[in-house]
C-alpha cells in the first residue's frame, strides 16, 4: 500500500515537473526564435528600401546631372569643350541606363505602371536630346535657351517627378513592411502572453496537486503516528495492569500460604505433638507414626514459608522497603556463591505500595540476573533518597554484556516497572566492566530514618 | 513452686487451643486467657496481669509487635514472647525494639516452646534455635566473604563477660553486683562494649548476641 503510493506520488511528481520544464524549455526556444526571425525579416526590409533608395537617387541625380550636361553644352562655344560635355552626358547616360536596369531586376508589381512610365519618358526626355547634341556652336546659340526652356526643363521635371513617384511607392512599401513587423510582434507578444499564462496554470496547478498531496500524506503519517502511540500507550497500560494484577495475585496467594496454610499446619504440628503426648508409654508404633507425620508437617511449614516469600516476602507490607530488600540480600548470600551488600539511607516514608514493590521487584529481577548470567562475585546495592528522588544503585563486578544488543526480557520488565511510575531507568554495562543499574522514582520529601 | 501464669493471642483458633493443650500438660503452667487478636491481648494482659504474654505477629486489628510495644510499656512486670512464622532477623530486631524478650518459630520443638516460657518469664531472654543457627551462619559467612576482622576479638574478657550478663537481660544493679562492680562502671564497660560492636542498642546487642552463637 505505502509502496504503491510511493511510486504514485514518484510518477506524478515526475510528469509534473517534467512536463512543466519542458514548457519552459519550448516556449523560452520558441521566442527566440520568432525573435531571430523577426529581426532578420527587419533587416532585410530595411537593406532592400536603402538599396532601392540609393538606385532612385543616384538616377534623381543623374537625371538632373544630365540636364546640367546639356545646359553646358548648349552654352559652349568651344567645340572641344563641347566635345567634353557630350563625353559627359553619355558617361551620366550609360549611368542612368545601368541604375534603371539595376532596378528593373528588383522591380515590385506594385511599381510596375510608375516605372514603366518612368522609362517611357527617360527614352522620350533622352531622344528629344539627340537632335540638339548635333547642333553647331551657332545653332546653339540661337535654338540653345528655347530648347532648354521647352523641351529640356519640362521633360526632365517630369522624369524627376516620376522617380519620385518609385521613391514614394518605395517608402510606402517600407512602412507597409514596418506595420508587418510590428504585427509580427504585437503576435508574438499576445503569444508569448498565451505561454506565460499556460505556464502559470500548469505550474499552479502543479503545485497545488503536490501540496495537496504532501499536505495528505502529511496527514497520513501524522495519523499514523498518533495511532502508533495510542497503541504503544494502550500496550503500556495493559502491562503495568498485568503487572498490578499479578503482584495482587502474588501478595493474596503469599498471605494465604502464610497466613492460612502455614497457621493450620502449625495448629497440626501442635495437634500431633499433643496426640503424641496423650498416648504416652502405650503405643509405640503410633508414637512413630506420629512422629513421621510431624517430620512431614514440619517440612510442609518450611516450603510453604519458602514459597510465601518467593511470591511476595511479608517484610515488603510489615517492615518496609528497606528490610524487605536486606532480607532478599541475605537470602542470595546464603543460597548463592554471591557476596550482597546493602547500603540504605534515610528514605521517604510515604512510600506508595507501587513504589515500594517497584523497587522491591527491580532488586530481585536484577539479582536473579546476576546470579544467573553475570559470573560476579559480589553485589553492592545502594537505596538514597536525593530531595524528592528515590534514587537505587545495583553495580556488580561480573562479565558484563552489551546493553543494546542483549536486553532481556527481565531489563525490559524493570524499565516497563519504573517508566510506569514516571522513574528513569539506566544500565551501564561492557563485556568485562560488570553492570550498573540506575533507578530514579520521584518520591516525596518526607522522610524516615532508617530502623535496621 | 508459684504457677505461671499466661496469656495466649492468636486469631487462628485452633493452633490457640492446639498451644493451650500443650501448655497445660506442664503442672505448673496455666494458661489464664485467650486472644485472637491484639487489641484484646492487650485489654486482657492488663486485666488478667499474666507472667508470660505470647503474641502471634500476624493479627487483625493490632499486630503483636504493636500489642508487645503496648504491653511492654504499661504492663512491664508481663514477659512478652513472639511466637510467629517469620524467621527472618528484621522481625525479630522489631519484636525486641518492641519490648520482646523471646522470639520463636511456630514450628519449634514442645521442649523448646516450654524451655522458652521458663526462661522469660524469670526475666531472660530465649529465641528459636533455628533462628540463631540461621543467624549465626550469616555471620560467619560475612566475616568470612568481607575477611574482615571480628570485632569480638577487640573485646576484653571483662567486656566479653558483660555481654553475655546484659543479653541475659540482667539488669545493671545485678550485673554490678555479679562481677563486683560499682553500676557506674558497668555503664562505661556496656558503652565501649556497643562503641566496639558498632551497635546502637541492647536490641542491636542481642541480635549480634545471636549472630555470634553466645545466645542460643
Known amino acids: 500500500m505505502a509502496r504503491r503510493q510511493t511510486s504514485q506520488t514518484q510518477r506524478l511528481l515526475f510528469i509534473g515537473f517534467g512536463g512543466l520544464l519542458l514548457l519552459l524549455a519550448f516556449s523560452g526556444l520558441n521566442a527566440l526564435s520568432v525573435l531571430r526571425k523577426i529581426q532578420t525579416q527587419n533587416d532585410t526590409i530595411r537593406r532592400d528600401y536603402f538599396h532601392r533608395d540609393h538606385i532612385l537617387e543616384q538616377l534623381r541625380t543623374d537625371i538632373y546631372l544630365s540636364g546640367t550636361h546639356v545646359r553646358d553644352l548648349l552654352l559652349e562655344q568651344d567645340p572641344a569643350r563641347a566635345d567634353t560635355h557630350r563625353k559627359e552626358l553619355d558617361d551620366t547616360r550609360a549611368r542612368i541606363e545601368s541604375n534603371v536596369a539595376a532596378y528593373e531586376k528588383i522591380l515590385r508589381p506594385s511599381e510596375v505602371t510608375p516605372f514603366r512610365q518612368f522609362t517611357k519618358e527617360l527614352q522620350a526626355y533622352f531622344a528629344s536630346l539627340n537632335p540638339a547634341l548635333q547642333w553647331n556652336a551657332a545653332e546653339r546659340k540661337r535654338f540653345g535657351y528655347a530648347f532648354m526652356k521647352n523641351s529640356l526643363l519640362p521633360r526632365r521635371m517630369t522624369i524627376v517627378h516620376l522617380a519620385d513617384q518609385i521613391g514614394q511607392v518605395n517608402q510606402k512599401q517600407m512602412g507597409a513592411a514596418s506595420r508587418q513587423v510590428n504585427v509580427l510582434f504585437s503576435n508574438f507578444r499576445r503569444a508569448l502572453i498565451a505561454l506565460l499564462i499556460l505556464t502559470l496554470v500548469c505550474g499552479g496547478v502543479l503545485a497545488g496537486g503536490s501540496m495537496y498531496r504532501i499536505m495528505r500524506l502529511d496527514r497520513l503519517s501524522a495519523q499514523r503516528f498518533e495511532e502508533v502511540e495510542q497503541a504503544r500507550g494502550a500496550l503500556r497500560d495493559l502491562s503495568a495492569r498485568l503487572i498490578a494484577v499479578q503482584e495482587s495475585e502474588r501478595r493474596a496467594l503469599s498471605r494465604e500460604l502464610h497466613d492460612e496454610v502455614g497457621q493450620s499446619l502449625s495448629a497440626l504440628l501442635l495437634g500431633l505433638g499433643n496426640v503424641a503426648a496423650l498416648l504416652r508409654d502405650s503405643n509405640e508404633d503410633a508414637r512413630a507414626q506420629l512422629q513421621d507425620l510431624r517430620r512431614l508437617a514440619e517440612r510442609t511449614v518450611a516450603v510453604v514459608r519458602d514459597m510465601s516469600l518467593l511470591l511476595r516476602p511479608s517484610m515488603l507490607d510489615d517492615l518496609g522497603l528497606i528490610p524487605a530488600v536486606q532480607w532478599q540480600a541475605r537470602e542470595v548470600s546464603r543460597t548463592k556463591n554471591l557476596r550482597v551488600q546493602v547500603q540504605a539511607g534515610s528514605i521517604s516514608e510515604d512510600l506508595s505500595d507501587e513504589q515500594r514493590t517497584c523497587v522491591y521487584r527491580v532488586v530481585q529481577e536484577a539479582l536473579h540476573n546476576i546470579t544467573r548470567h553475570a559470573k560476579a562475585k559480589s553485589v553492592r546495592i545502594e537505596l538514597q533518597q536525593e530531595k524528592d528522588r528515590l534514587i537505587l544503585t545495583i553495580e556488580d563486578d561480573g562479565q558484563g554484556f552489551v546493553p543494546e544488543r542483549e536486553k532481556g526480557v527481565g531489563l525490559l520488565g524493570m524499565e516497563e516497572r519504573v517508566t510506569h511510575l514516571h522513574g528513569s531507568f539506566r544500565v551501564d554495562s561492557a563485556p568485562g566492566k560488570g553492570t550498573a543499574i540506575r533507578v530514579e522514582l520521584p518520591v516525596s520529601e518526607k522522610r524516615h530514618p532508617v530502623l535496621v | ?216
Open chain 2, 1 to 216: 513452686m508459684s504457677s505461671i501464669r499466661i496469656l495466649l493471642a492468636d486469631d487462628h483458633t485452633i493452633l490457640r487451643h492446639g498451644l493451650r493443650l500443650m501448655l497445660e500438660r506442664q503442672p505448673d503452667f496455666t494458661v489464664v486467657a485467650e486472644a485472637e487478636n491484639g487489641r484484646e491481648a492487650v485489654e486482657l494482659t492488663l486485666r488478667e496481669n499474666p507472667d508470660v504474654v505470647i503474641l502471634d505477629i500476624a493479627m487483625p486489628l493490632l499486630n503483636g509487635i504493636e500489642a508487645a510495644k503496648r504491653i511492654t510499656e504499661e504492663q512491664p512486670k508481663s514477659a512478652v514472647m513472639i511466637l510467629s512464622m517469620h524467621s527472618d532477623e528484621a522481625y525479630i530486631l522489631k519484636a525486641l525494639r518492641a519490648g520482646a524478650r523471646g522470639y520463636l518459630l511456630k514450628d519449634s520443638a514442645e521442649a523448646d516452646l516450654i524451655h522458652a516460657i521458663r526462661a522469660v518469664s524469670a526475666g531472660k531472654a530465649f529465641f528459636s534455635p533455628a533462628v540463631s543457627k540461621v543467624l549465626a551462619d550469616d555471620y560467619l559467612r560475612q566475616v568470612q566473604q568481607q575477611g574482615a576482622d571480628d570485632p569480638y576479638e577487640l573485646l576484653t574478657a571483662r567486656e566479653r563477660e558483660l555481654l553475655q550478663l546484659i543479653v541475659e537481660l540482667k539488669s545493671t544493679k545485678d550485673i554490678a553486683g555479679l562481677l563486683n562492680l560499682s553500676p557506674h562502671t558497668v555503664d562505661t564497660h556496656r558503652g565501649n562494649l556497643m562503641q566496639k560492636l558498632n551497635v546502637h542498642s541492647i536490641p542491636e546487642l542481642i541480635l549480634y548476641a545471636m549472630r555470634k552463637g553466645i545466645i542460643r
